[in-house]
Nanobody
């Protein structure tokens, strides 16, 4: 069983930057493909980005491509999402997710954190 705890969310102005982090415990991070999802009020979970076990592959939703960067540090058991050029429509609760299979982590991951709120507003 793996546990995921997100932190680093907050209020940021449009055009600003923010990095959210995910601390992983319980199992070695290198065993899991990782992803970030987001969910705005009244909407479904939306895939944001995914990263493979050693970071060699990343995938992004079209809506964040070129603005967001997912990364991982297996030695520190940490996963990050760097968000630049933020827009009001990026306002959501951001969730870290994990799965043993890369294809599953982009669609229906087995493990989820509790989320961290990101609000983009002036």
């Amino acid at each position: 069983q793996v546990q995921l705890v997100e932190f680093g969310g907050g209020l940021v102005q449009p055009g600003g930057s923010l990095r959210v982090s995910c601390a992983v415990s319980g199992r070695a991070l290198s065993m899991y493909a990782m992803a970030w999802f987001r969910q705005a009020p009244g909407k479904e979970h939306e895939f944001v980005a995914a990263i493979s076990y050693n970071g060699g592959r990343t995938d992004y939703a079209d809506s964040v491509k070129g603005r967001f960067t997912i990364s991982r540090d297996n030695a520190k058991n940490m996963v990050y999402l760097q968000m630049n050029s933020l827009k009001p429509e990026d306002t959501s609760r951001y969730y870290c997710a994990a799965d043993r299979t890369y294809s599953d982590v982009t669609a229906s991951p087995d493990y989820w954190g509790q989320g961290t709120q990101v609000t983009v507003s002036s």
